[in-house]
């Protein structure tokens, strides 16, 4: 049943409006639709039925194929009626119903002659459904008409045929590509509808033909686009070109440059403010070349339009994260928009502020602001959030008034996403300036004896476990800890006690207290808390037992755990009780990524990969089963890293093969994944010779061949190197794959006895530094880092050279190094011009590295980068450093 649009108010009765459309049924309309068989067609009764049938469709509602069938025969009889308005609705129709390749016939010989007709509505509507309908055939015998159609006078049918070339381009491109002359013609039209069609089309014609596209722009360029909507269009192939030929606009001829800001003088509003967003969104633009564009958008912050304030005051809130002090001049027309009725623009323009506002004027923004926040949705609010905390970045001297703004706002009502980005800014502010350290601490534990959000509760809970014992005064912040012993769930109720036990572990004054507090923990009424504090009290020596050392409780409870969850319960379900413990240090400590398409397809059998299911915690556990069946691996020691499957055969040929690289402290194994796909073949003694002369320190020391490998039957062969031990011994290998075929009938499925020995050639294969390294997050970088310390730190400059970006420049090293990017610093803001990447792994010999990336531009093109790296090695600090040297 539809749904109602406007919902009864039962106090004003009268005044209630519903929709036309309450309460229609499918079966019902169905009944209805015998209308259109009447010898006496009724064109205003037609229109309302075919007004509830397209309603449906809309609303979801699915006819089935004999329903849809009957609909559209008794549709297509209304092309006798002469009533214009009708014939309208019947073209929607017959494009909504999308009859099936044997139905059109019956159709189309009316709109083929309806595409004919005197009347320019008919031959526009005709046009549209016919392309929306028809096969490659019929296109094929009505291209003529499109042609001429494109270049008719009226403007309705030209746009018609260009919008319906526009959508044909999917589906028929070689077809469309032929119309490019009339295209080209349809581009000088005088009507400004047919000109925006026509060179959208023409654009869509040549996109993949870089060259063409230049000239084209080049061309039109000059003047000769007329149509607002057109020279919109113009302004963003423009900026096409300028990113895709890398034109810097600070060199001397810039044509496509000056072309934009020539369009800052065109009559159209519209055409205005492209071109302005244009400008600000170039790679490298300078200040000089924005202060046009952002001239123009001032303007606008004063327009009497609501759209055009808004447009004004969202691009210059984009601007100001690149260019702040280029924005500054419109700060004073944006304090007026605070006030705006428009809370959308309200919040554009005080994020603005934010960012470009200096330290003078951040009390006077705090003010305006707070009476604010109440007239706003979340969303909103948490934009405010985050630009205050940049500002609060920006100006740490104001830390105070910043804080306790975050503070007022934290108690106010609100959702778990907002109080979650205030606590977020107040942790980032507290660890980024050690002064406001002690205030950001008292503030989360006010807002934590009213916290509604569990989740919340135990994360200020773990950073005050971090972060508490390092003030002046400890002390201060037990009460309240302890206080959610008493007072709150279960889940927050644990997390106290464990920060309990790190304050009691890293500040001596409060041990005897904190042993106390724990004691009155074991009689709590769940399992969890009492089992913690058990522990807890076990490892402080509290009671009565003896203490850990202090450095092996300070590891246990303020140490990172590398360990990945999943990879963790994937071994405790594995592991088998026996009088052997369970080993911690056998879990894998990298987790394999799941492709998209394993992700939506996991019953599907990967080509060339028979032996490890996918998914991310069972591919390690499976590799790791293969190879210890195999009695030569046994005294390879423990698999410290499986790569992921490298092909060495194009896509479609007649032997597929991937191999994947398996890392030993001592041992490279080299596991062929192979897969015939010829079914009137069958393949014997198949073995892989791999040539190591170009990896000297490599010496083969067994092969393990494939008897047989049947069609689409995957099978593995494997081939084990030694190297040096713990070294990270580089090399290149070439394969060739031998086997001996036997041809197979294919309507028996017998193969012959004889066969042919034969030989494939497959890609080579290197193994490189990121294969000594292992993918290993950690939950808090800063905290990883200090605990590390800087005894084993290395640090170094490097020049890159020219790169195409920054983004591009961080992404080669990330991949140079195989670690994992932590707390999302592998995405480079658009337009940076300096960037930090945080990275974490395990190098070969389980030694955590940490390792901070700082890029920077040096030049228009030349990178510029930091590196500087702690590991528990110096040696391995060392190593990490000779990658980025040579790499």
């Not at 229109?47 to 004999?66: A, C, D, P, R």
């Not at 394993?598 to 990969?609: D, F, I, R, Y």
């Not at 012959?752 to 390294?773: K, N």
């Not at 803001?829 to 920077?856: M, Q």
């Amino acid at each position: 049943m539809a749904q109602q649009l406007v919902k009864k108010d039962d106090d004003r009765d009268d005044e209630a409006e519903y929709s036309p459309f309450m309460g229609i049924e499918k079966g019902a309309v169905l009944q209805e639709a015998r209308v259109f068989n009447d010898p006496q067609l009724d064109a205003r009764r037609c229109s309302q039925v075919i007004t509830k049938l397209l309603y449906l469709l809309n609303q979801g509602e699915t006819f089935t194929k004999t329903e849809a069938t009957e609909v559209f025969f008794a549709v297509t009889k209304l092309f006798q009626s002469r009533d214009m308005g009708l014939r309208r609705m019947v073209y929607l129709m017959i494009k909504e119903i999308s009859p099936s390749a044997d139905e059109v016939i019956i159709v189309t010989s009316s709109l083929m002659k309806d595409m004919n007709s005197k009347i320019d509505m008919y031959r526009a509507n005709a046009i549209r459904v016919l392309c929306r309908i028809t096969d490659g055939t019929l296109l094929a015998q009505i291209e003529r008409y499109l042609k001429q159609a494109i270049v008719d006078k009226n403007p309705v049918v030209a746009s018609a045929a260009l919008v319906s070339g526009i959508h044909l381009l999917q589906t028929n491109p070689e077809i469309v590509k032929r119309w490019s002359n009339e295209v080209q013609e349809a581009v000088q039209s005088r009507a400004a509808l047919v000109q925006f069609h026509a060179l959208g089309l023409l654009h869509q014609i040549r996109q993949n033909d870089r060259l063409a596209v230049s000239k084209l722009v080049t061309s039109l360029t000059k003047g000769t686009v007329r149509s607002p909507l057109a020279q919109c269009l113009l302004i963003r192939y423009t900026s096409q070109v300028i990113r895709e030929s890398g034109n810097n606009t600070q060199s001397g001829d810039r044509p496509f440059y000056d072309y934009l800001e020539s369009c800052l003088r065109h009559k159209s509003e519209m055409v205005i403010f492209e071109a302005a967003r244009a400008i600000t969104e170039l790679n490298g633009v300078t200040s000089r070349e924005l202060t046009p564009a952002i001239t123009v958008l001032q303007l606008f912050l004063s327009s009497s339009k609501p759209v055009l304030r808004f447009a004004a005051v969202r691009t210059l809130n984009k601007v100001a994260m690149t260019h702040p002090t280029s924005v500054t001049n419109c700060n004073i027309d944006m304090e007026s928009l605070i006030s705006d009725q428009n809370r959308s623009i309200a919040t554009l323009a005080i994020t603005t502020l934010l960012k470009t506002g200096n330290e003078s004027s951040v009390d006077r923004l705090m003010k305006q602001i707070t009476n604010f926040m109440s007239d706003i949705a979340d969303e909103f609010k948490i934009v405010v959030v985050e630009a205050i905390r940049s500002l609060c970045q920006k100006f740490p001297l104001k830390y105070r008034s910043l804080m306790n703004f975050l503070s007022n706002i934290l108690r106010e009502e609100g959702g778990f996403e907002y109080k979650k980005a205030i606590v977020d800014s107040i942790v980032i502010l507290i660890r980024e300036i050690p002064d406001a350290k002690e205030t950001g601490l008292l503030h989360l534990c006010e807002f934590i004896e009213d916290c509604e959000f569990t989740y919340l509760s135990t994360q200020i809970l773990h950073f005050l476990g971090i972060e508490g014992p390092k003030t002046s005064d400890p002390s201060r912040y037990i009460r309240f800890i302890y206080n959610r012993v008493h007072l709150e769930n279960a889940t927050v109720r644990a997390g106290a006690v464990s920060t309990l036990a790190k304050f009691g572990a890293a500040v001596d004054e409060l041990k005897p207290r904190i042993f106390v507090l724990l004691r009155r923990c074991l009689f709590d009424s769940d399992d969890e808390v009492r089992d913690r504090a058990t522990l807890y009290l076990n490892t402080l020596g509290g009671d009565g037992s003896v203490v850990e050392t202090d450095k092996a409780v300070k590891d246990f409870l303020f140490g990172p755990f590398d360990i990945p969850l999943v990879n963790l319960e994937t071994s405790l379900k594995n592991y088998e009780p026996s009088e052997e413990a369970f080993d911690i240090d056998s879990v894998p400590k990298e987790v394999k990524s799941q492709s998209l398409a394993e992700k939506k397809a996991p019953g599907k059998k990967p080509t060339g990969l028979g032996a490890p299911p996918s998914g991310p915690p069972s591919t390690a556990d499976a590799y790791q089963k293969i190879l210890s069946s195999i009695p030569e691996f046994a005294n390879f020691g423990n698999l410290f890293k499986s790569s992921a499957p490298v092909e060495l055969t194009e896509a479609e040929t007649e032997y597929a093969v991937n191999v994947v690289k398996h890392i030993f402290d001592r041992h490279v194994v080299f596991q062929y994944n192979c897969t015939n796909t010829i079914p009137e073949q069958l393949l014997e003694n198949v073995i892989v010779i791999v040539d190591s002369s170009e990896a000297d320190e490599f010496a083969e020391v067994f092969s393990k061949p494939l008897k047989s490998l049947p069609y689409d039957s995957p099978g593995q062969i494997f081939v084990a190197f030694e190297k040096p031990e713990g070294a990270p011994t580089l090399g290149k290998f070439s394969n060739v794959l031998k086997f001996i075929v036997r041809e197979v009938d294919p309507t028996t499925g017998e193969a012959e006895d004889d066969g042919v020995e034969d030989e494939y050639q497959l890609e080579d294969l290197e193994i490189v530094s990121a294969d000594y390294t292992l993918k290993v997050a950690v939950s808090n970088f800063r905290n990883a880092w200090e605990s590390m310390g800087p005894d084993c730190e290395r640090v170094d400059e490097y020049g890159l050279g020219p790169r195409e970006s920054l983004a591009e420049a961080v992404n080669t090293v990330i991949n140079l190094l195989g670690l994992q990017p932590c707390e999302g610093t592998e995405v480079v803001p658009p337009n940076s011009r300096s960037h930090t990447c945080l990275l974490s792994g395990v190098y070969i010999g389980n030694v955590k590295v940490l390792v901070r990336l700082s890029f920077g531009l040096d030049g228009p093109k030349d990178v510029a980068m930091k590196l500087t790296v702690r590991s528990d090695d110096e040696t391995v600090s060392d190593a990490i450093h000779e990658i980025v040297a040579s790499g």
